[in-house]
C-alpha cells in the first residue's frame, strides 16, 4: 500500500454549506472567458455551434446504428443463448469504441496512471505510447465519482486491457436512463442494471442481473466457463458536487464518524450485496482514484468539465489522474455487512489522503513497480480506423439483406 499524507479534517456541515459559492457566481463552464483548469474556450461561440454539431451528429448516429444492429441481433436469444450474449457483446464494444474516438477527436485528454505493488506488472507503456494493462478478466471496479465523464475514461481502460474488455463492461444506472430514447433501450440490450436507488426494490433485480453474470456455460468440447464480466461500482452513488458534500457530512454526523474531504463517504449496501452474489465467480476488486487536473481545493470538476466545455468549447481536463489498488474478496468481511461497511470507509479514507497528496502536489503516489514513475498516455485507439467497426455488423446486415433479395428476384424471374 503506498505511503500518503495525514489527511485533514473536514469542515463541519454548517461551514461547509456556507463555503459554496453564491447562486450568482459566473459558472466557469458556461462563461468563455472564466478562469478554468484547462485554460481560456479554444473555440469561439461559432466554432463550438459547429463541434456540438459534429459530435451529436457522430454519437446520435453511432448510437441508433448500434441500436439497430442490437435489434436485429435479438433474434439470436430464441436460437441460443450463447449466441447471443456474444453477440451483444460485439454491440457494447462498439459502443466503447464510439466513446473513446468521441473523446479522441473531441476531447483528447492526457491520461496519467501509476498504482501500489498489488498491481505490479499489470500496467505497461507500448512503444507507440498506449497503455496496456494486464487485468483479469473477470472483477468488480470501484472509483471515486468526480464528474459524470468518470465512465467514460474508464470504460477505455477496459479498451486498453488485454484481452480488450470493453465490449464485457456492466454499469448500474439510475432506472430514469431507462426511459431515454435508443438509450434506455439500447442498455437493456447491454445487459446493464437499472435501480430505483431503494434496496427493496433493487435487491431482486440485483440478484436477477448478477445471476446472469455468474452463470456457468459449456463450451463445445464439454469444458465449463465463466463468461468475460467487468462489473463498474460508484460507491458514493453520484458525482461529487456541493450538495453531495453536504449530504455526506451529514451522513458522517448521523453514523459518528469522520466524514472524507475530497470526496463522499461510500455506500456499503449495494456493494456488499454485489460481492456476495459474485463471490465464488470473482476474486478481486479493482480500486480507481482518480483526480483532475486543475481544480481549484474546495471546487468540484462538475463546475468545469461540463459536456459543452470538454467537447464544444476545447476545455477537457489537462489531465485525468489514475492511482490502481487492487483487493481480494477473500480478504474482505463479507459475511458481516457493518464490518464491510467500515472496511469500505477505511478503504475510502485512504482514497482521500491520495487526493489530498494530489490536492498538494498535483501528482499520485509513483509506481512502487513495474513501470517507473508514472505512465503517461491519451485517450485513444491503437488504430485510426477502428471507428469503422461500429458500422460493420450493420453493413453486414444490409449486404446478406440484398444478396437475399437479388436472389429472391432471380428466382422469381426464373
Known amino acids: 500500500m503506498a505511503t500518503v499524507k495525514p489527511r485533514r479534517e473536514p469542515p463541519p456541515p454548517n461551514d461547509l454549506a456556507e463555503s459554496q459559492p453564491p447562486s450568482d457566481v459566473t459558472d466557469p463552464a458556461l462563461d468563455p472567458d472564466a478562469a478554468h483548469p484547462a485554460g481560456q474556450a479554444k473555440y469561439g461561440r461559432f466554432r463550438a455551434f459547429i463541434r456540438a454539431l459534429t459530435f451529436s451528429i457522430y454519437f446520435g448516429c453511432g448510437c441508433l446504428i448500434i441500436h439497430i444492429t442490437q435489434i436485429l441481433g435479438a433474434p439470436l436469444y430464441f436460437v441460443s443463448s450463447d449466441l447471443y450474449r456474444a453477440y451483444m457483446s460485439l454491440t457494447k464494444a462498439s459502443f466503447g469504441l464510439l466513446i473513446t474516438t468521441m473523446t479522441q477527436w473531441w476531447a483528447p485528454t492526457v491520461i496519467r496512471i501509476s498504482g501500489d505493488s498489488s498491481v505490479a506488472a499489470q500496467l505497461r ?6 497503455v496496456e494493462c494486464d487485468f483479469p478478466e473477470r472483477m468488480v471496479m470501484i472509483a471515486n465519482h468526480q464528474i459524470y465523464t468518470d465512465w467514460i475514461y474508464l470504460w477505455w481502460v477496459g479498451y486498453t486491457n488485454t484481452p480488450s474488455m470493453h465490449g464485457h463492461i ?19 440490450f447491454l445487459g446493464f442494471i437499472f435501480l430505483s436507488r431503494k434496496m427493496a426494490v433493487d435487491k431482486s433485480r440485483l440478484a436477477r442481473g448478477l445471476g446472469k453474470l ?37 451522513w ?11 470526496q463522499m463517504l461510500p455506500r456499503s449496501t449495494g456493494m456488499f450485496f454485489c ?16 483526480a483532475y487536473e486543475g481544480v481549484p481545493r474546495g471546487k468540484y470538476g462538475e463546475q468545469y468539465f461540463t459536456l459543452s466545455s470538454t467537447y464544444f468549447q476545447g476545455r ?23 464490518k464491510f461497511d467500515e472496511w469500505l470507509r477505511e478503504r475510502w479514507y ?3 489522503a491520495l487526493l489530498e497528496q494530489y490536492m498538494s502536489t498535483g501528482r499520485f503516489p509513483a509506481n512502487e513497480a513495474g513501470v517507473r514513475g508514472y505512465i503517461e498516455t491519451e485517450v485513444r485507439t491503437q488504430h485510426w480506423w477502428e471507428f469503422s467497426k461500429i458500422f460493420v455488423m450493420l453493413g453486414t446486415f444490409g449486404l446478406i439483406l440484398n444478396v437475399m433479395l437479388r436472389t429472391m428476384r432471380f428466382l422469381a424471374r426464373a
Open 275 to 290: 460481492l456476495n452474489e459474485l463471490k465464488g465467480t470473482v476474486d478481486y476488486v479493482y480500486d480507481c482514484t482518480v
Open 350 to 352: 485512504e482514497k482521500d
Open 170 to 188: 456492466y454499469i448500474l444506472l439510475k432506472e430514469s436512463l431507462k426511459r431515454i430514447p435508443v438509450i434506455g433501450p439500447g442498455c437493456l
Open 214 to 250: 455468474k452463470t456457468r456455460h459449456t463450451d463445445l468440447d464439454g469444458k465449463s466457463y465463466l463468461s468475460p464480466m467487468w462489473l463498474l461500482l460508484f460507491p458514493e452513488g453520484t458525482n461529487l458536487s456541493a450538495n453531495g458534500r453536504v449530504k455526506s457530512a451529514s
Open 125 to 130: 507503456l507500448t512503444s507507440d505510447g498506449r
Open 316 to 338: 477537457p481536463p489537462k489531465s485525468a489522474n489514475f492511482y490502481w489498488r487492487r483487493f481480494k474478496l477473500d480478504d474482505m468481511p463479507l459475511d458481516d455487512q457493518e
Open 252 to 262: 458522517a454526523a448521523k453514523l459518528g464518524v469522520r466524514d472524507a474531504e475530497h
